[in-house]
């Protein structure tokens, strides 16, 4: 099984196709999802749109730390060359920090939940619209690695290699 991992294929990868955009849009969509739930809550007054967000706001803390632990493997075995190495190392450091504003904002979330269930501060609400543009930040910056520098694309990968790209 060992000699399975240590493999890797025409990506790079020793799985067929990188793990961490397929989590990461979980994460995503969850964030998203909970803040359009949190807007419509507030200005309908229908409660129940926060215990959605709640628990979207809940899963998305538990799989942004599994979209990072994929992330930090795929960079790791990307073998970025100079040219995308300050993208990697930004999306790398916003990843992380959004990690923290993440599980902040669902503690926070979690208080007001406890304390509270019929209103939501519009601090909070301006918390997660912060929230909010920077994970479209990030999904530029992840758009950025993939489509403009190609990485564990074959091309990249083979170029990488051969020497050609460093």
Known sequence: MI???????????PYPDTIHPIVVHFVIAMVIFAFICDIIGYFSRNIRLYEVSWWNMFFATIAIFI??????????????????????????LIGWSLSGVI??????????RLRSSHKLPIAYLGMALILVILVSF????????VWVY?????????????????
Request: hydrophobic share 45%.
């Open 67 to 92: 979209a990072i632990v994929f992330g930090q493997y795929e960079a790791g075995l990307a073998q970025p060359y100079a040219a995308v190495k300050p993208v990697l190392n930004l999306h790398t």
């Open 150 to 166: 190609g990485l564990h694309t074959v091309p990249i990968v083979e170029a990488v290699k051969e020497g050609i790209l460093q």
């Open 103 to 112: 599980a902040t904002l669902t503690g926070w979330r979690y208080v007001i």
């Open 3 to 13: 000699t399975y991992f240590l493999l890797l294929n025409d990506h790079n990868l």
């Open 138 to 145: 990030q999904v530029y910056l992840g758009d950025e690695l």
